[in-house]
């Protein structure tokens, strides 16, 4: 049998597409093998968010080259946003890539994996279709990625996704239920939702269709087997009333939620193009605490984008500290060719970035303590998702809030039972599984 090894890098957008990637191998009769030596066709889902992803996948890259080149029969195939990017000059640079495709054209890749079928080098095309009717490997039988939509319509001056994945496409309506309810039916219990700017869902389609991110929250809640739905990444331009009432009163909605601060300095927010300033930022975790008091909020910054100075770095820091966030992903501005902020003057320099990550890193673990900390004593409902991978005594599973919760006794894979928190770290909450109290 021949074999495939497939690498992903990048976002959970990725994560899912290959998924689908690697289900169009699977059915094209290619089994999994261990390593990248051992395929006979070697499958890397790219990312281009920053240099760094660039840089391993490329060290990643030249050591196919390498296999291919000890072995021509191996073939060597390229998806993901950097194919996207680079488009038809990548075959000019890296002559040994057999195929690419971009995030919006994966079902190509059956075309070229069928049987005698052409071996075009490549195939660009900033939209295809949506992948939700192609084969499917999914990693987990009761959690699922859902996507809704695809592309953005912001100009966030940092980034390249705009360039790479297209403008927004939003998915029909019953072309997401649809594929819900057969997620159900197939025993997935909770869904996350994926799209470059999922809160803007909606707005692209065509009139007697149209619906709002906040009605498509409502639609899904009332899916049945549905018990936990989650979304990313919402940008907080487009977290209007309507969503939050939806979060708050729709059971399945977990009280969580991933909103991209980047900065905290309103000056450098207007330089990013974030059409937010530091207080609406600030007013929108006050309206989303109001309506859900226990929301976990986490986020993703960017430190040492082009012109931040220590008065802005401060600024970050102090909308930090006022939010207390539970989690978040901490960036080093990286220049990427072609975005707006890779021009501009006042490039921060390296050691500065450096070390403004790690005074904010150490800012996000004391509040993920802190946050954490809170909940000793409270009972979360954990899904369960197996025996822990360090301690096969233990278990793990998530809080809705997306916490990892450890815990013991076990419980089945995929049941929902109540932990009550003993102790946390800044990364897990720590607890025991209560015996279900009996409802008088
Ligand atoms: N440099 C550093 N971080 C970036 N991000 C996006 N573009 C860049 C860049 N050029 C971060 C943002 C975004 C997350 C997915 O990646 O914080 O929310
Ligand atoms: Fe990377 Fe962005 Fe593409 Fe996701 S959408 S894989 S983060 S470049």
Redesign the pocket.
């Given at each position: 049998m021949r074999r495939y090894h497939l690498t992903t890098y990048g976002?959970q957008m990725n994560a899912h597409d290959s998924e689908r990637i690697k289900g169009l191998l699977e059915s094209s009769g290619l089994g999994e093998a261990a390593s990248q030596d051992e395929a006979d066709v070697i499958v890397f889902n790219t990312c281009t968010?920053?240099e760094k992803a660039d840089g391993r996948f490329l060290q990643n890259l030249m050591h196919a080259r390498a296999q291919k080149a000890r072995d021509p029969e191996k073939r060597i195939v390229v998806g993901g946003c950097w194919s996207e990017s680079l488009k038809d000059e990548l075959f000019a640079e890296y002559p040994f890539v057999d195929f690419a495709f971009g995030p919006g054209s994966i079902a190509r890749l059956g075309d070229f994996l069928a049987p005698g079928g052409e071996l075009p080098r490549g195939h660009f095309s900033t939209f295809d279709a949506f992948a939700g009717d192609l084969p499917m490997h999914r990693a987990r039988p009761f959690s699922a990625w859902l996507q809704i939509s695809m592309g953005c319509n912001s100009v966030?001056s940092?980034?390249?996704?705009p360039a790479v994945r297209g403008r927004e496409r939003s998915r029909p309506l019953e072309d997401v239920l649809s594929e819900a309810r057969r997620l159900a039916d197939d025993g997935v219990s909770e869904l996350t939702l994926l799209g470059q700017n999922v809160n803007s869902y909606g707005r692209d389609l065509p009139l007697t269709g149209r619906v709002s991110f906040a009605e498509l929250l409502r639609r899904l809640d009332a899916v049945p087997g549905i018990d936990r739905i989650r979304f990313t990444?919402p940008h907080p331009k487009d977290m209007r009333a309507d969503v939050i009432a939806a979060m708050a009163e729709c059971p399945a909605v977990c009280e969580a939620l991933h909103l991209?601060l980047?900065s905290g300095s309103t000056r450098i927010l207007k330089a990013m193009r974030r059409t937010y300033s530091r207080e609406r930022y600030l007013a929108l975790v006050d309206r989303l605490r109001d309506a859900m008091p226990d929301v976990a909020l986490t986020t993703?910054?960017?430190v040492g984008f082009p012109g931040e100075t220590e008065d802005d770095f401060a600024a970050t820091l102090d909308v930090y500290d006022t939010v207390g966030f539970d989690h978040a992903?901490t960036?080093?501005?990286?220049?990427?060719r072609g975005?707006e902020?890779a021009g501009m003057a006042d490039q921060v320099p390296e050691p500065v970035k450096h070390e403004r990550l790690e005074r904010l890193v150490e800012r996000v673990q004391a509040h993920a303590r802190h946050r954490n900390a809170r909940l000793v004593g409270s009972v979360q409902e954990v899904l369960v998702e197996g025996p822990s991978r360090t301690d096969p005594d233990t278990h793990r599973g998530r809080a809705r809030s997306g916490k990892t919760v450890i815990f013991s006794p076990g419980a089945a894979v995929g049941a929902a039972v109540p932990v009550r928190v003993e102790a946390v770290t800044s990364q897990t909450l720590r607890g025991t599984v209560e015996a279900p109290v009996a409802v008088a």
């Open positions: 976002c968010i920053r966030c940092y980034c390249i996704v990444s991209p980047q993703d910054i960017i992903f960036f080093i501005y990286s220049p990427r975005t902020a």
